[in-house]
């Protein structure tokens, strides 16, 4: 099972990127998927998060209101728009998904948990800079 994320670059504070996350060798609609990022210099900390169906989602506080995770089954891939992005946005963004699923609930309230997932991609770079 393989994550691929891609859609990194860089850009200036207030501008969008588009992050990708593709799965490769199984059905992505079958997991659930998060995100998380790792600034310069510090941990890894979960950005957002979406349920196996698509209809419940999670934001950390800091990127609320400005990104916008989605998945496309269809296409087997998992969008996190970033819109408004600040340099604070800079860092390495990582896709995962986990092993197993209980239910949604159980998911999402542990899903900025880096211990809850089992597949993880290679990670992108965004860096928000002038």
């Known amino acids: 099972l393989q994550l691929v994320e891609s859609g990194g670059g860089l850009v200036r504070p207030g501008g969008s990127l588009r992050l990708s996350c593709e799965a490769s060798?199984?059905?992505?609609?079958?997991?659930?998927i998060g995100w998380f990022r790792q600034p310069p210099g510090r941990g890894r900390g979960g950005v957002s998060c979406?349920?196996?169906?698509?209809?419940?989602?999670k934001y950390a506080a800091s990127v609320k209101g400005r990104f916008t995770l989605s998945r496309d089954n269809a296409k087997n891939t998992v969008y996190l728009q970033m819109n408004s992005l600040k340099p604070e946005d800079t860092g390495v963004y990582y896709c995962?998904?986990?092993?197993?699923?209980?239910?949604?609930?159980?998911?999402?309230?542990?899903?900025?948990?880096?211990?809850?997932?089992?597949?993880w991609g290679q990670g992108t770079q965004v860096t928000v800079s002038s």
């Open positions: 995962a998904a986990p092993r197993t699923y209980s239910s949604a609930a159980n998911f999402v309230n542990s899903c900025f948990e880096g211990y809850a997932y089992h597949y």
């Open positions: 060798g199984f059905t992505l609609d079958s997991y659930a």
């Open positions: 979406i349920t196996r169906s698509g209809v419940v989602t």
